[in-house]
Antibody, heavy 124, light 107 residues
Framework: QVQLQESGPGLVKPSETLSLICTVS??????????WTWLRQPPGKGLEWIGY???????DYNPSLKSRVALSVNTSKNQFSLKLSAVSAADTAVYYC????????????????WGQGTLVSVSS | DIQMTQSPSSLSASVGDRVTITCRAS??????LNWYQHKPGKAPKLLIY???NLQSGVPSRFSGRGSGTDFSLTISGLQPEDFATYSC?????????FGGGTKVEIK
């Protein structure tokens, strides 16, 4: 059974870069059958999709964050990662990684497996 | 972006009740609508995909229906473990977008 676990600093200073890693266990990030995605949920607000990456390196980002986001995959460590630059207090949120299954023509899939989430606060 | 509007934002119900949550998309999304359950400190759980398909392992008291712009999630016979927050998510076009969530609380 695939499991995902987010890791990274819980506190980031304004204007710096937020970096998180998602470690995949029980499956391979380079299987080719899935996409790997990041989402976040600010306190008291709904979920926001950040973007996804495939093991080929193909990415798609939320336009609202595209200028500040970079996703990457490390197949040797079975991990994928998120970098969000120039953070502000508005980026304080619980960040989730997830696996996207079921992608087909016209259907962008469903998030079958999620990590538990990690709270990242932006503060000086 | 496609806007997803859920209602109600919260509800109180008793064990055994039938509960229905609705989700409306700002444009047609075919049947490309998924439902999730969220509990504090736990990984979110996929319940329903493509509007009405029950994810393996999810109890049959959960059901989903709808197409186009209007969708619903029904819990038939609420159980103590069902008190949680539920959200819908469209997979019709990028960026993926979610409803604001519905918190189901104990009456």
């Amino acid at each position: 059974q695939v499991q995902l676990q987010e890791s990274g600093p819980g506190l980031v200073k304004p204007s710096e870069t937020l970096s998180l890693i998602c470690t995949v266990s029980g499956g391979s990030v380079s299987s080719g059958a899935y996409s790997w995605t990041w989402l976040r949920q600010p306190p008291g607000k709904g979920l926001e999709w950040i973007g996804y990456i495939q093991d080929s390196g193909t990415t798609d980002y939320n336009p609202s964050l595209k200028s500040r986001v970079a996703l990457s995959v490390n197949t040797s460590k079975n991990q994928f990662s998120l970098k969000l630059s120039a953070v502000s207090a508005a980026d304080t949120a619980v960040y989730y990684c997830a696996r996207v299954d079921g992608v087909s023509l016209g259907y962008l899939g469903f998030l079958k497996t999620w990590g538990q989430g990690t709270l990242v606060s932006v503060s000086s | 972006d496609i806007q997803m509007t859920q209602s109600p934002s919260s509800l109180s119900a008793s064990v055994g009740d039938r509960v229905t949550i609705t989700c409306r998309a700002s444009q047609s999304i075919n049947s490309y609508l998924n439902w999730y359950q969220h509990k504090p400190g736990k990984a979110p759980k996929l319940l329903i995909y493509v509007a009405s398909n029950l994810q393996s392992g999810v109890p049959s008291r959960f059901s989903g229906r709808g197409s186009g712009t209007d969708f619903s999630l029904t819990i038939s016979g609420l159980q103590p473990e069902d008190f949680a927050t539920y959200s819908c998510q469209q997979s019709y076009s990028s960026p993926l977008t979610f409803g604001g969530g519905t918190k189901v609380e104990i009456k």
